[in-house]
């Protein structure tokens, strides 16, 4: 029969204290489960059922995770302009959303769907979906407003 190892012994001693277990109590198991006066007396297939007995009982072993090496992307760490990976898409969002229903409000259309052609026309979309597509319209609806108001300037405020 192969003795318990001491990576047992250490798990049966946390599990003790964990579980506020008193040495009476803890003394009176090991003699009425497996006929033994202390945990080194025990076997490895012994001291494997003891613990899983004292897991029912709610020992939970708290393991200290490291920080992977290569974390996922949204969990990791980005600088500004750092490119994403190829396969991530980030959807528009809802700021992104109101300046282009702003932008299209201020713009006189030449048609009731005057935005809508627009769109289809020039970035061959029914409606924006990603964030590259948001950007893009808004800079271009920036630029139309830009011209309807006569503005001469390089740089229009964000916001």
Same mark, same amino acid.
């Given at each position: 029969?192969?003795?318990?190892?001491?990576?047992?012994?250490?798990?049966?001693?946390?599990?003790?204290?964990?579980?506020?277990?008193?040495?009476?109590?803890?003394?009176?198991?090991?003699?009425? @489960?497996?006929?033994?006066?202390?945990?080194?007396?025990?076997?490895?297939?012994?001291?494997?059922?003891?613990?899983?007995?004292?897991?029912?009982?709610?020992?939970?072993?708290?393991?200290?995770?490291?920080?992977?090496?290569?974390?996922? @992307?949204?969990?990791?760490?980005?600088?500004?302009?750092?490119?994403?990976?190829?396969?991530?898409?980030?959807?528009?969002?809802?700021?992104?959303?109101?300046?282009?229903?702003?932008?299209?409000?201020?713009?006189?259309?030449?048609? @009731?769907?005057?935005?809508?052609?627009?769109?289809?026309?020039?970035?061959?979309?029914?409606?924006?979906?990603?964030?590259?597509?948001?950007?893009?319209?808004?800079?271009?609806?920036?630029?139309? @407003?830009?011209?309807?108001?006569?503005?001469?300037?390089?740089?229009?405020?964000?916001?």
């Amino acid at each position: 029969m192969k003795p318990i190892n001491a990576t047992q012994i250490k798990l049966i001693h946390v599990a003790k204290s964990q579980l506020k277990i008193g040495d009476d109590t803890y003394k009176l198991m090991l003699k009425e @489960w497996f006929k033994v006066e202390t945990s080194k007396a025990l076997t490895y297939d012994q001291a494997s059922t003891f613990i899983d007995e004292l897991k029912k009982l709610g020992f939970r072993l708290k393991t200290k995770r490291t920080q992977p090496e290569n974390p996922c @992307w949204p969990c990791a760490p980005r600088t500004p302009g750092m490119p994403l990976p190829p396969n991530v898409v980030v959807l528009v969002s809802p700021g992104q959303l109101r300046k282009i229903e702003h932008l299209a409000a201020d713009i006189k259309w030449r048609h @009731w769907d005057g935005y809508r052609r627009w769109l289809k026309k020039y970035f061959k979309v029914d409606q924006v979906r990603t964030s590259l597509e948001a950007s893009a319209v808004i800079e271009a609806l920036k630029d139309m @407003w830009k011209r309807e108001k006569g503005c001469t300037c390089k740089k229009v405020k964000n916001g």
